[in-house]
């Protein structure tokens, strides 16, 4: 991986982190068009770390409500909602890295994704809280168990899984986001941690200089370019919610069949 495929890969990642539509395919989607034709454990790796990255945007913009420890309960509800993704993680970890490297796994997901935020809106239209408080631990518990979805399908979206669990409970789509955001947080620190480790642990000789740098500009151009998306997709989420992001994913899933069916991206 060379600088302007990581810059490229990055900035996809800051992107589309907080939008419904998988930063995870996006990444899987665009590695093959700019030259990476196959995994490798750095990419891999790389691709967890950048994600860590992006989302640490969420701890700078929200730092007021993410450094509150005059309410501690706050982070005893993320800690149970990070439950359900770490067990399915270790129980499933073959099966899930098996459906990480399948692109036409991922783009059937993303197109199903897609057919289902097309009716989101209308389905979720009358939330009963407009509170933060309104996420207590029964509501944090059922998200992290909407967030494991995202787990087991590559390719459905993180945050589209844990904002439209969020809403099912009955919170604002502000509301939902916020939690989904906040969530992240200790999800891809925990990710990254062992992706890190692992790779430390099976393939050392790829932590050499060139590569690590590499990887502290691919976060570093990943973390800037989400703190510009996130304000974005929090105030279009208010505005027009979750159709136009079906469309997209329905149309890109689509794309990416197509250069399969052309062996273009394989």
């Given at each position: 991986?060379?600088?302007?495929?990581?810059?490229?890969?990055?900035?996809?990642?800051?992107?589309?982190?907080?939008?419904?539509?998988?930063?995870?395919?996006?990444?899987?989607?665009?590695?093959?068009?700019?030259?990476?034709?196959?995994?490798?454990?750095?990419?891999?790796?790389?691709?967890?770390?950048?994600?860590?990255?992006?989302?640490?945007?969420?701890?700078?913009?929200?730092?007021?409500?993410?450094?509150?420890?005059?309410?501690?309960?706050?982070?005893?509800?993320?800690?149970?909602?990070?439950?359900?993704?770490?067990?399915?993680?270790?129980?499933?970890?073959?099966?899930?890295?098996?459906?990480?490297?399948?692109?036409?796994?991922?783009?059937?997901?993303?197109?199903?994704?897609?057919?289902?935020?097309?009716?989101?809106?209308?389905?979720?239209?009358?939330?009963?809280?407009?509170?933060?408080?309104?996420?207590?631990?029964?509501?944090?518990?059922?998200?992290?168990?909407?967030?494991?979805?995202?787990?087991?399908?590559?390719?459905?979206?993180?945050?589209?899984?844990?904002?439209?669990?969020?809403?099912?409970?009955?919170?604002?789509?502000?509301?939902?986001?916020?939690?989904?955001?906040?969530?992240?947080?200790?999800?891809?620190?925990?990710?990254?941690?062992?992706?890190?480790?692992?790779?430390?642990?099976?393939?050392?000789?790829?932590?050499d200089k060139s590569n690590l740098t590499?990887?502290?500009?691919?976060?570093?151009?990943?973390?800037?370019?989400?703190?510009?998306?996130?304000?974005?997709?929090?105030?279009?989420?208010?505005?027009?919610?979750?159709?136009?992001?079906?469309?997209?994913?329905?149309?890109?899933?689509?794309?990416?069949?197509?250069?399969?069916?052309?062996?273009?991206?394989?």
């Open positions: 991986m060379d600088f302007f495929q990581a810059f490229i890969i990055a900035v996809v990642e800051g992107l589309t982190e907080f939008l419904p539509i998988s930063s995870t395919a996006h990444m899987k989607f665009v590695a093959p068009l700019v030259g990476l034709k196959t995994s490798t454990p750095f990419t891999e790796m790389f691709e967890v770390v950048i994600q860590l990255a992006a989302i640490l945007a969420v701890v700078v913009l929200y730092r007021k409500k993410f450094f509150n420890f005059k309410k501690p309960e706050f982070y005893f509800k993320l800690a149970l909602a990070v439950i359900p993704s770490i067990v399915i993680a270790l129980l499933f970890k073959k099966n899930i890295d098996a459906a990480l490297g399948n692109i036409k796994f991922i783009a059937y997901v993303m197109v199903g994704g897609g057919i289902l935020l097309l009716f989101i809106d209308r389905i979720f239209n009358h939330p009963m809280f407009n509170s933060g408080e309104s996420v207590n631990y029964r509501r944090a518990f059922v998200i992290g168990c909407g967030q494991v979805l995202a787990i087991i399908f590559p390719g459905f979206s993180r945050s589209a899984a844990t904002i439209i669990t969020g809403m099912a409970q009955k919170l604002t789509r502000t509301e939902a986001a916020e939690f989904s955001f906040f969530l992240a947080v200790p999800t891809m620190l925990l990710a990254s941690v062992k992706s890190f480790w692992d790779t430390y642990k099976d393939h050392p000789e790829v932590l590499t990887l502290l500009v691919g976060s570093a151009v990943s973390f800037i370019v989400a703190l510009i998306a996130i304000k974005f997709f929090v105030g279009f989420l208010k505005k027009h919610g979750f159709f136009v992001w079906g469309i997209y994913r329905i149309i890109v899933g689509i794309i990416i069949l197509v250069l399969i069916s052309k062996n273009i991206i394989a």
